[in-house]
T-cell receptor
Framework: ETGVTQSPTHLIKTRGQQVTLRCSSQSGHNTVSWYQQALGQGPQFIFQYYREEENGRGNFPPRFSGLQFPNYSSELNVNALELDDSALYLC???????????FGPGTRLLVL | AQTVTQSQPEMSVQEAETVTLSCTYDTSESDYYLFWYKQPPSRQMILVIRQEAYKQQNATENRFSVNFQKAAKSFSLKISDSQLGDAAMYFCAYYDGGGSNYKLTFGKGTLLTVNP
């Protein structure tokens, strides 16, 4: 069984740029959720994708957008990066948006 | 909105001893799930234990057990025979899945140090 993977591991961008983060769900899982974890905080829910459709969204602006592909992998896109977007971005997968979510190792984004 | 509170920013324990991490939550739902996740310095969030609210029996996973008090909205994690590898940030999380709310809501975490 393959776990959740994310790429890249680390990323440095400058303010105003755009970034794409990628996530491959655990084998057999069709739901991907994205979370933002600022330093010293718990993760905050960004949005969830289920069978290629957005299935819930947290309190994040529209410049945070996502996709899910037929193989259930997912992308998180952030446009017009701001300094406050610097954080650890976590992807989690589950089956049929059920409660138990398994996390990937995260992508550390630094915006300068 | 549901909230999760972890009132202990940091805790420490001696190796082989027992430690309890506290968590309280606020919800008006009757059916929900609670979790403890562990996040070591490697950053990966690892599921430690899960509790269904409709089950009165407290969940256990080897050295990890919970004390779930539904009326008090309390969900503490007990780690027995603490090991050096238990050192990590521990997060309490809530999920109810109602009203298109399929997200985990996390507390701010408790940093656990294990002293040899």
């Amino acid at each position: 069984e393959t776990g959740v993977t994310q790429s890249p591991t680390h990323l440095i961008k400058t303010r105003g740029q755009q970034v794409t983060l990628r996530c491959s769900s655990q084998s057999g899982h069709n739901t991907v959720s994205w979370y933002q974890q600022a330093l010293g905080q718990g993760p905050q829910f960004i949005f969830q994708y289920y069978r290629e459709e957005e299935n819930g969204r947290g309190n994040f602006p529209p410049r945070f957008s996502g996709l899910q592909f037929p193989n259930y992998s997912s992308e998180l896109n952030v446009n017009a990066l701001e300094l406050d977007d610097s954080a650890l971005y976590l992807c989690a997968s589950s089956w049929d948006y059920q409660e138990t979510q398994y996390f990937g190792p995260g992508t550390r984004l630094l915006v300068l | 909105a549901q909230t999760v509170t972890q009132s202990q920013p940091e805790m420490s324990v001696q190796e082989a001893e027992t430690v309890t991490l506290s968590c309280t939550y606020d919800t008006s739902e009757s059916d929900y799930y609670l979790f403890w996740y562990k996040q070591p310095p490697s950053r990966q969030m690892i599921l430690v234990i899960r509790q269904e609210a409709y089950k009165q029996q407290n969940a256990t996973e080897n050295r990890f057990s919970v004390n779930f008090q539904k009326a008090a909205k309390s969900f503490s994690l007990k780690i027995s025979d603490s090991q050096l590898g238990d050192a990590a940030m521990y997060f309490c999380a809530y999920y109810d899945g109602g009203g298109s709310n399929y997200k985990l809501t996390f507390g701010k975490g408790t940093l656990l140090t294990v002293n040899p």
